[in-house]
């Protein structure tokens, strides 16, 4: 099992109730070693966000992150298609800026 410190658990808890909240109509789906967060649990393409732990932070990652507008650049990744932001702790939480981009994130074709 991957057992993450206390601090760590304590975020991921906080991120994934924040969108369960944000989005009540999402699913989520234990996948990849995190949590992801569907608008269509049958379809990958209805996955919008995911909450992954590491080691030392915790990555909010966008699927279609790419097409996100990111306006303050705290969107990481160079691949063709994720973007995701990393959280050591919840001080380092814009809890309005995650919003804008998950909102941005569930109304993508």
Known sequence: ??????PLAI??????VFLKELIPEATTVQ???GTLFTLKPEEKEGQFCGVFASSKHVKVSFGKGYLLEDPQGKLLGK????RHINFASTADVDFDYLETLVRQ???LP
Do not use: D, F, S, T
Not at 1 to 6: A, D, R, V, W
């Open 11 to 16: 975020l991921v808890n906080e991120l994934e």
């Open 31 to 33: 996948k990849y070693g």
């Open 105 to 107: 994130a569930v109304n």
């Open 79 to 82: 691949g063709k298609y994720r």
């Open 1 to 6: 099992m991957n057992e993450q410190p206390l």
